[in-house]
């Protein structure tokens, strides 16, 4: 496989809903801030910045998409790349249920993303990168186990094992 190829991560319905409670308790918690009768030092204000800095903190985590080449995933983010080497892959599987009954050892939980490092039962350890958990594909390493969303699941889980075998 001599050119990337890209994959997008459209965000599922659960995304969409934390994203947008979350955003509007930030944005109502600075305005709160910024607007509210001022009865203690002036500094107080700058207490406004909190909840937008959480707000950009979890924006820049964000997933925008996918890319597959040479021996390598690529999960794009907002002002990065995540790389994944894919040496030694075992197996890569559709399994829109993979993420259930999670634990969250860090990362973040849904605003504007799903990312970090999670455990469950089923797949124990395992890092994951999405936007849209129905499309979860499991990608089983050597030394981790990783999840994503691609919005083509079949198409990449092809490309993927292609890649194992090229």
């Known amino acids: 496989m001599s050119n990337p190829i890209h994959y997008t991560a459209s965000w599922g319905t659960p995304l969409k809903l934390i994203t947008a409670v979350g955003s509007l308790v930030v944005l109502g918690a600075t305005a709160l801030c910024l607007f509210a009768p001022l009865n203690g030092p002036p500094w107080l204000h700058l207490f406004a910045a909190l909840p937008l800095a959480i707000l950009v903190a979890c924006?820049?985590?964000m997933v925008r998409g996918y890319r597959l080449s040479s021996g390598t995933l690529e999960v794009?983010?907002?002002w990065w790349t995540t790389r994944v080497e894919l040496r030694g892959l075992t197996t890569a599987a559709l399994d829109p249920r993979a993420c259930k009954g999670s634990l969250r050892v860090w990362g973040n939980g849904g605003f504007f993303?799903?990312?970090?490092?999670?455990?469950?039962?089923?797949?124990?350890?395992?890092?994951l990168f999405a936007t849209d958990l129905s499309r979860a594909v499991v990608l089983r390493l050597p030394q981790r186990t990783v999840v994503v969303t691609p919005d083509q699941p079949e198409q990449f889980?092809?490309?993927?094992?292609?890649?194992?075998?090229a």
């Not at 799903?114 to 797949?123: H, I, V």
């Not at 889980?157 to 075998?165: C, M, P």
């Open 157 to 165: 889980i092809r490309d993927v094992l292609q890649l194992r075998s």
């Open 113 to 127: 993303v799903f990312s970090g490092q999670f455990s469950n039962a089923t797949l124990g350890s395992y890092e």
């Open 76 to 78: 794009i983010r907002l």
């Open 59 to 61: 924006m820049m985590q």
